[in-house]
């Protein structure tokens, strides 16, 4: 089966943000820093306005054509949200806003190699896990970057994930535990 890639745009935000929503509703960071109540909903909330306010704007982001896989990377230089989406973003993170702040205190010394790109999201539809379609959302978005010569880094807070990033020339270069026993490794791709 053949899996189309195309680039993420604003009329597709909301089956983008479904999406990551649901492949997100159970994954150990979402579950640490996101409020337990309306959980799926605030999680979709989240990853909606990042894609709007900085993977569109600045960042590149693409979706499958049957709307079931999306990913999106930013450049170094994102600025950050406004003061308006930053008061947005701290709401949906409800009662565990100061995990995400403390996370961010400590993952900020992590290393960042120079002029490197973020993987900033990548999901699929429960339905679609096991199709092939979260390797042909990360060929795509790798072969773009690649294209432009960018380094790219990302954290995950699945040990599972790691040997996938490895298949695609990530490697772990740190990992911390954060309060609660949350552990978040930090990968690093190099350009092409």
Not at 122 to 149: C, F, N, V, W, Y
């Amino acid at each position: 089966m053949s899996i189309a890639i195309r680039p993420l745009s604003t009329p597709d935000l909301d089956r983008a943000a479904q999406v990551l929503g649901e492949a997100f509703v159970d994954y150990p960071w979402t579950n640490w820093c996101v409020a337990e109540d309306d959980h799926l909903q605030r999680i979709s909330s989240l990853q909606r306005i990042y894609l709007e306010h900085m993977a569109l704007p600045y960042g590149s982001a693409y979706i499958d054509t049957t709307g079931h896989g999306v990913i999106a990377f930013l450049p170094p230089d994102t600025p950050a949200p406004s003061a308006a989406v930053s008061a947005e973003i701290a709401d949906l993170h409800g009662d565990r806003l100061d995990h995400l702040m403390a996370a961010e205190e400590r993952m900020s010394t992590l290393p960042v190699p120079d002029g490197a790109w973020l993987l900033a999201t990548i999901g699929t539809t429960p339905q679609s896990r096991g199709a092939g379609l979260g390797t042909a959302l990360m060929k795509h978005g790798l072969t773009e970057l690649d294209r432009a010569g960018h380094a790219c880094w990302l954290d995950t807070s699945t040990e599972r994930n790691l040997p996938l990033y490895q298949r695609f020339g990530f490697s772990v270069v740190d990992h911390i535990t954060l309060d609660g026993g949350l552990s978040v490794w930090r990968m690093h791709r190099r350009g092409a």
